[in-house]
């Protein structure tokens, strides 16, 4: 390059870096996570899809804009209420890139409907699916026994409902016997443990051990928040298939749960259902009071023993990474299941789509016929076939015949059957000249047949 050294750097063109698409897409992926980690999203859910992993996947739309949504089993499972297209809703949640497809989207740990409460809409929502079931029908439900010996109680055995009911129990009948499940009656778990309560008395080895007549429910009263274990779809199913007749005393009597509408008989208080259960009176024995203020302390210990030791692992760097990844796995296998369900119903449209096709044509011929017609052309075609490649076959040796006449024709070797020869000085080139020749050179000649070779005497010049 001529001209000034320092021009020509300061025009040299830049070195250019070429990314691969997973390492580009990895780049983002990582500034964008770090940039939105908390961001909260309203808009319109369309194309809901439930995976049968746990997964939900769906759109939110707004306007003509849209953003595609993945919320993993461990927080879709807590959702109070079912989304559905349709919905407006406000997403919380981290931005991210699925890599399969580079394409943006939203991890989303919770939802909230908008305009009516999450808790309100769930619990329309599990009511109106358990109505339809006839979960709430009263052919379905058991009558009351009249006096009935013995009676399980599922609550929590610190509350102030328990004990009202046992002053009732014990002024009105000392001779019932009393059962108590300890269960929490509040938060998460408390419809798990309400639940084993009731499948408990259901169980062989409580009816052995003895048989209770009546299943009591009893929590006081509260707010929506506090009594919403007993909207839960799971309790309100083992309520429905207990063999022994169950009472919903939650809250007060303005307060209404999933669990009244299917219990045999709903009691407006705990107090109300002791009353409206037995007619005279019950001691219950300190012993058994202290035994189950024991059990109830030891499950809760244990329990807490259990929640901060999970807690302790699940904020471990290394579990998360794990989950995350098995996440995404996760989210992949449930992309190439529904891509593969798709194909093979298209698979399946197109074979059914010829197999009428070719049952129509079978339909509309005879078999015989169209074998016959087959068999004539095949024979026909075979003799015509046959004649071309015979003619071919002898223009083709014709064709030879001329090329070797025409070649033979050519060759040197034919020269020399009419007497000629071939003469070649010592160094083997051939003699075209008389005067390449001196005398005592050494020459060879190529005869039709065989060679000779001979010494030169004299020359003479044309």
């Known amino acids: 390059m001529s001209g000034d050294p320092q021009l020509?750097?300061?025009?040299q063109a830049p070195a250019r870096r070429v990314w691969t698409v997973r390492d580009l897409v990895s780049t983002v992926r990582t500034a964008v996570e770090r940039e939105y980690t908390d961001v909260y999203v309203e808009g319109e859910i369309s194309n809901y899809r439930p995976a049968e992993s746990g997964h939900l996947y769906f759109t939110l739309k707004d306007g003509d804009s849209q953003l595609r949504i993945v919320m993993f089993r461990t927080q879709a499972r807590l959702l109070r209420f079912k989304p559905a297209n349709g919905m407006q809703i406000i997403a919380r949640g981290r931005i991210t890139i699925y890599e399969a497809r580079g394409e943006l989207q939203l991890s989303a740990e919770y939802l909230e409907p908008k305009g009516a409460g999450a808790l309100q809409v769930a619990f329309e929502q599990l009511k109106a699916k358990l109505a339809e079931e006839g979960l709430f029908d009263s052919?379905?439900?058991?009558?009351?026994?009249?006096?009935?010996?013995?009676?399980?109680?599922?609550?929590?055995?610190?509350?102030?409902a328990v004990?009202?009911?046992l002053n009732i129990l014990k002024r009105r009948h000392e001779g019932v016997h009393v059962l108590i499940f300890p269960a929490q009656v509040q938060g998460e778990g408390a419809a798990l443990e309400v639940s084993a309560g009731i499948r408990y008395f259901n169980s062989p080895g409580a009816k052995k051990l003895g048989a209770v007549d009546i299943i009591i429910i009893a929590r006081g009263g509260g707010s929506v928040e506090d009594l919403w274990a007993f909207n839960n779809e799971g309790l309100a199913r083992t309520i429905a298939a207990s063999d022994i007749p169950v009472i919903s005393a939650v809250g007060h009597e303005t307060d209404f749960t999933i669990a009244d509408f299917v219990a045999d008989l709903r009691a407006p208080t705990p107090s109300a259902a002791a009353e409206l259960v037995i007619e005279s009176k019950h001691q219950i024995t300190e012993r058994v009071a202290a035994l189950q203020q024991r059990l109830a302390r030891?499950?809760?210990?244990?329990?807490?023993?259990a929640r901060s030791k999970f807690s302790d692992l699940s904020k471990h760097a290394s579990f998360a990474r794990i989950t995350d990844l098995l996440n995404r796995r996760q989210q992949r296998i449930d992309e190439l299941?529904?891509?593969?369900?798709?194909?093979?119903?298209n698979a399946l449209r197109r074979l059914r789509s010829r197999v009428d096709l070719a049952q129509t044509r079978i339909r509309a011929h005879d078999l015989r016929r169209v074998l016959a017609g087959f068999r004539h052309q095949?024979?026909?075609t075979t003799g015509r076939l046959s004649s071309a490649v015979h003619q071919h076959l002898q223009q083709k040796l014709a064709r030879v015949d001329q090329a070797t006449a025409r070649l033979n024709a050519l060759s040197p070797l034919s020269i020399l059957d009419r007497g000629y020869a071939l003469v070649f000085d010592a160094a083997g080139n051939l003699i075209k000249d008389a005067t390449q020749l001196q005398p005592e050179d050494t020459i060879s000649a190529r005869l039709s047949r065989g060679t000779f070779t001979a010494s030169i005497k004299s020359t003479q010049k044309a």
């Open 8 to 11: 020509g750097l300061f025009f």
């Open 139 to 160: 052919a379905r439900k058991r009558p009351m026994p009249a006096m009935p010996r013995s009676i399980g109680i599922v609550t929590s055995p610190r509350g102030a």
């Open 163 to 165: 004990q009202d009911m």
């Open 298 to 305: 030891a499950a809760r210990y244990r329990l807490l023993m």
């Open 337 to 345: 299941v529904y891509r593969l369900a798709g194909a093979e119903a």
């Open 378 to 380: 095949i024979d026909s």
